[in-house]
């Protein structure tokens, strides 16, 4: 069965500050990997997804996430972040044999001016 | 358009009474979920459905069922509610495909049973 696992369950940046929020899965073939943003109150968007192909994926608002196979990693990443961003973030899992998408525990960003 | 819609989005609910909550899409996708989200674990799936008249459990179906009566709505009834039920809930759609579909998810319920 997939998993997901993301390690920091809080993170904290100054804006402007480069960012990067572990991703780690658990699954026997290839998978399916999302990250998605939720800001308070609201539900989930996409951010970006990797299927196959190039394993550095170009997503919304800015965001960059780059699929490591050897490490089991889908580590998304901004450059340059923006008090705007401020939000959770959830990474995700789909399996080829079913339907269903599971989801990480969630990273918390929080921003300061 | 609206894409996937949840009612209510708040509810108080006392321990012992039953309530469903409903979800409609209007995107014509076949795939629908229901997930909870509780602090520090997530979104977790409840049931989903692959399509109309089919239903499957997910992780936590244990006090909850579920009904697709056709392709766009997909409720979630607690029978007899506990205050271990008390999250927000999600809805959600996507286009059914080998897993690697994007979902799309309502704006949440929050439910509270006390």
């Known amino acids: 069965a997939q998993s997901v696992t993301q390690p920091d369950i809080h993170i904290t940046v100054s804006e402007g500050a480069s960012l990067e929020l572990r991703c780690n899965y658990s699954y026997g073939a290839t998978p399916y990997l999302f990250w998605y943003v939720q800001s308070p109150g609201q539900g989930l968007q996409l951010l970006l997804k990797?299927?196959?192909?190039?394993?550095l994926v170009q997503g919304i608002k800015g965001f960059e996430a780059e699929f490591k196979r050897s490490q089991s990693s889908f580590n998304l990443r901004k450059p340059s972040v923006h008090w705007s961003d401020a939000a959770e973030y959830f990474c995700?899992?789909?399996?080829?044999?079913?339907?269903?998408?599971?989801f990480g525990t969630g990273t918390r960003l929080q921003v300061f001016p | 358009n609206a894409g996937v819609t949840q009612t209510p989005k708040f509810q108080v609910l006392k321990t012992g009474q039953s309530m469903t909550l409903q979800c409609a899409q209007d995107?014509?996708?076949?795939?629908m979920y229901w997930y909870r989200q509780d602090p520090g674990m997530g979104l977790r799936l409840i049931y989903y459905s692959a399509s109309e008249g089919t239903t499957d459990k997910g992780e936590v179906p244990n006090g909850y069922n579920v009904s697709r009566l056709n392709k766009r709505e997909f409720s979630l009834r607690l029978e007899s509610a506990a205050p271990s039920q008390t999250s927000v809930y999600f809805c959600a759609t996507k286009m059914p495909g080998q897993g690697n579909t994007e979902a799309f998810f309502g704006q949440g319920t929050r439910l509270t049973v006390v």
């Open positions: 995107m014509n996708h076949n795939s």
């Open positions: 990797y299927f196959s192909g190039d394993t």
């Open positions: 995700a899992v789909g399996s080829y044999n079913t339907d269903k998408l599971i």
